[in-house]
């Protein structure tokens, strides 16, 4: 929990003694720089470039300033689908903040008991789903909750809750938050073991201090810990947030591109696809698609500088 | 929580380049893109080898992607250079864009393209009818598949008229001991292509209504399609428990598992059903109103085969091509996917006493394709895609007939202005 705060030097000592051109920070940055230009700065610019394009029946490109994002903002036809997938997507981040984090806090802190046996078990099987290929959650899912084959109902029945099972991915109400709880499943591990990694970071004396003064565990944890991995707590906020509006997979998987019932998994991620790469017998748009991965990266942007301008500055952190 | 798309279009590319590379390795190969992955064993073992038979020095290597992903996917390795020598084309609009863009070879001089009914060519014709596009293979016919041996302990018999295909359902409903009519909405499509597409033409007469809607002469509002929806919307007490969530390959074993007792098919069905199911299956054409009405079937143009512009082997693709026109393939053909009936004019003796009953509904009822794809198909919204989600909307309830319609309508004359009235 050191304070970020770097210790400047003196200009002189990096350019050296004579006040030479620094060339080793140069040859240093050089490769970095180079492979992140050319796989990432480059097609980013290179998409921004192209969503400012237009294709006629041809394939031939022209100008067309800022058509698509007007289109895409006001044009019913896709403007509809737009709003709602970003409404979905919303949905989708905000059932993991609050169901995701939190059960991952809770475990981990739980985890980080000083007298919990068979820690490291519990620790690799909650971890596990973590490590699967998506295409196999999504599968195993979707075998799980199908009504002709899956057991969920089956278990459901045996202890007495057969009625309350319904075929949860069919259904537009339900399907959205059914894929986000399997995705809570699926992704519990990662901020977990960040979780567990900080508190473990907590020094022993604080805990026992609080322990000597009187306190009791929740006391701890509440007034002890949780106020020390606020900074952690709030990487795994911004990780969470770019993870789901970046997400695709799962949503792909499991209900196709289409996203059904009648777009009501739809997410920015699926809705770029279909986009962009086109579906059945609509053909894709890579000039509209451009623009809605455009829209997708300003929209992460934004959500990252909001964390770090408005809640990261304000988090104390506290040298141990 | 780090779920990018660079990771999977990374994966996707390599899978790609490794497809392309191995198809390179011999000089004569041909690989052939289809949606058809369900024949990919047919191929392989039967049309392949008897085409090889005759053509020494040309192999071919049939390649298929899942259908709902065949059109994007085939436009992406277009675009990218690393697509097939031979292309599997789609009906109508959707092969035209690709043949304007100069991905598809004119094919109009190959030898034997007069063995095709102007009919059979006009899916992949240019507007003008001068350029050929496509060899076209195969056309698939839409009715209902039904289990025999559920049919016969009961004492029940196909239907001919809709009340008597309710009063069917009813029976099988009551006897409780399987699902009367099996197909599911998760997938959409089917609501659409073996739902409305499959008892529409009774209702808006086949080609006459196709073609008074391309007219504008008739919309989706008109009686007959919202007729259809609704006949949709009846269909749902009769569904399997759970039939929102359940996807095509379910239906597909359910109905061989023989825990259905009518399947709303395609005959493309056959083959598959056959290899599966261990009980005897009929099939009816989709009931008419009214005893003695006439009756109309979607007898739907489905697969063409078209040329690759930057092919390698020109030469090797002609050739197979031509011997797509042969009475050889033909026959080989409609008997090795039974379900699938040749485009051409050779007599062929279908075998399959299932896929010839679906054959024989030609001669007693009238034919028409599927009325989202001649020229309606070419803009956006698309309205095969819309028509999937609100066939499937109106079976799971959440949209009603008279809606549908609306919504269809809405989208079709958001972009289309029927030519002359």
Not at chain 2, 65 to 76: G, H, S
Not at chain 2, 266 to 289: H, L, R, T, Y
């Amino acid at each position: 929990m050191a304070s970020t705060q770097t210790a400047e030097l003196p200009r002189a000592q990096i350019a050296g003694r004579r006040g030479r051109f620094p060339w080793h920070v140069v040859v240093f940055l050089a490769p970095a720089t180079l492979i992140y230009t050319v796989f990432m700065v480059y097609p980013l610019l290179d998409s921004l470039r192209l969503s400012l394009f237009t294709r006629d029946e041809a394939g031939v490109e022209s100008f067309a300033g800022l058509a698509n994002y007007a289109a895409l903002f006001f044009d019913p036809q896709w403007s509809d689908r737009f709003w709602n997938a970003l409404g979905n997507n919303v949905l989708f981040f905000a059932v993991h903040m609050l169901v995701q984090n939190p059960i991952a806090i809770g475990l981990a802190a739980l985890l980080a008991l000083p007298n919990l046996r068979f820690t490291n078990t519990y620790r690799t099987l909650m971890f596990t789903p973590t490590l699967l290929s998506v295409v196999i959650i999504g599968f195993i899912w979707k075998l799980i909750l199908s009504p002709t084959w899956g057991v969920a109902k089956s278990m459901l029945g045996t202890v007495g809750l057969g009625s309350l099972f319904a075929p949860w991915l069919g259904q537009e109400h339900s399907a959205l938050i059914t894929l986000a709880l399997v995705s809570v499943w699926q992704w519990v591990g990662m901020p977990l073991l960040l979780t567990y990694a900080a508190l473990l970071n907590i020094p022993d004396s604080l805990t026992e201090a609080a322990r000597v003064d009187g306190a009791g565990q929740m006391t701890i944890f509440w007034r002890i810990k949780l106020p020390l991995i606020w900074p952690t707590i709030g990487m795994v906020t911004i990780l969470t947030f770019v993870g789901n509006f970046n997400a695709f997979d799962l949503i792909y998987v499991a209900q196709g591109a289409l996203a059904g019932p009648n777009f009501a998994t739809d997410i920015l991620g699926t809705f770029f696809y279909r986009t962009f790469f086109g579906f059945q017998l609509q053909l894709g748009d890579p000039t509209m698609g451009a623009a809605v991965a455009t829209i997708m990266f300003l929209i992460i942007l934004a959500g990252v500088m909001t964390y770090f301008y408005l809640v990261q500055r304000r988090l104390q952190r506290y040298e141990l | 929580m780090s779920h990018s798309f660079l990771r999977g279009a990374f994966l996707a590319g390599a899978a790609l380049v490794a497809v392309s590379s191995q198809a390179m390795a011999a000089d004569a190969t041909l690989t052939i893109e289809s949606w058809r992955n369900d024949d990919l064993k047919v191929w392989q073992d039967t049309i392949i080898p008897a085409f090889e038979k005759t053509h020494p020095g040309i192999k071919v290597v049939f390649s298929p992607t899942a259908p709902t992903e065949y059109n994007a996917a085939l436009n992406a390795k277009l675009e990218g250079g690393t697509a097939g020598d031979l292309i599997s084309c789609r009906p109508f609009d959707t092969s035209l864009a690709l043949f304007q863009k100069g991905y598809l070879a004119p094919v109009t001089d190959l030898k034997g393209m007069d063995t095709f009914s102007d009919v059979a060519k006009s899916a992949w014709i240019t507007d003008d009818g001068k350029s050929l596009f496509c060899v076209p293979m195969a056309s698939v016919i839409h009715g209902f598949l039904y289990n025999k041996s559920v049919f016969e302990s009961e004492g029940l018999t196909p239907p001919k008229t809709e009340a008597e295909f309710y009063a069917l359902l009813d029976k099988i409903k009551a006897k409780g001991e399987v699902a009367p009519l099996d197909i599911g909405t998760k997938d959409q499509w089917e609501a659409a292509t073996m739902g409305f597409q499959n008892i529409g033409p009774n209702l808006w007469k086949g080609e006459e209504g196709r073609k008074a809607l391309i007219a504008g002469k008739e919309k989706f509002t008109d009686k007959p399609y919202v007729e259809a929806f609704e006949e949709l919307a009846k269909w749902k007490p009769y569904l399997p428990e759970g039939y929102e969530a359940q996807a095509y390959p379910d239906s597909q074993n359910l109905f061989t598992l023989g825990r259905a007792a009518i399947y709303p098919a395609g005959s493309w069905d056959i083959a598959a059903f056959n290899a599966q199911a261990d009980f005897k299956m009929g099939a009816f054409p989709p009931p008419v109103e009214k005893a003695g009405d006439k009756c109309y079937i979607s007898d739907h143009t489905d697969i063409a085969l078209g040329m690759n512009t930057k092919t390698k082997n020109p030469e090797a693709a002609k050739a197979f091509l031509e011997w797509l026109a042969t009475p050889e393939f033909a026959d080989i053909y409609s008997n090795a996917l039974p379900g699938f009936y040749s485009l051409s004019n050779h007599p062929v003796t279908v075998k399959d006493p299932v896929a010839a009953e679906f054959l024989g509904w030609r001669k007693t009822c009238e034919s028409t394709i599927r009325n989202s794809y001649q020229i309606l198909g070419r803009g956006t919204p698309n309205l095969e895609n819309e028509l999937w989600n609100v066939s499937a909307q109106v079976m799971n309830g959440t949209l009603t007939a008279q809606q549908a319609a609306e919504q269809i309508q809405k989208g079709l004359d958001s972009w289309y202005k029927p030519a002359a009235k």
